[in-house]
């Protein structure tokens, strides 16, 4: 069974920037392939990044490239999302999400993930 856990939401001015952390536990961290994945009222979820096991091959929603960076610290047991120019409509629950199964490239759909964690709010106000 594998926890995650988020951190880091908040509150933010259009523009700004933020970071998301995910920690992780009851699995060697380095056999999980990690997402963010995002929610908005009244929307479905949807991928925002994805990084292999090894962080060696990352992978972004057309949306965010450009203006996000997701990472991982395998010591730690921890991956992060760093967002900046953030959009009022870059507000949403977000979500970390852990995939037992894939070895390299990140998947982007949702169905692919075997753990979730709660989420955390980032809104981004004008």
């Known amino acids: 069974q594998v926890h995650v856990v988020e951190t880091g939401g908040g509150l933010v001015q259009a523009g700004g920037s933020l970071t998301l952390s995910c920690a992780a536990s009851g699995r060697t961290f380095n056999t999980l392939s990690m997402g963010w994945f995002r929610q908005a009222p009244g929307m479905e979820r949807e991928f925002v990044a994805g990084i292999s096991r090894s962080g060696a091959t990352t992978r972004y929603a057309d949306a965010m490239k450009g203006r996000a960076t997701i990472s991982r610290d395998n010591t730690k047991n921890t991956m992060y999302l760093h967002m900046n120019s953030l959009k009022l409509e870059d507000t949403a629950v977000y979500y970390c999400?852990?995939?037992?199964?894939?070895?390299?490239?990140?998947?982007?759909?949702?169905?692919?993930?075997?753990?979730w964690g709660q989420g955390t709010q980032v809104t981004v106000s004008s």
């Open positions: 999400a852990a995939d037992t199964t894939t070895r390299f490239v990140p998947i982007m759909t949702a169905s692919t993930y075997d753990y």
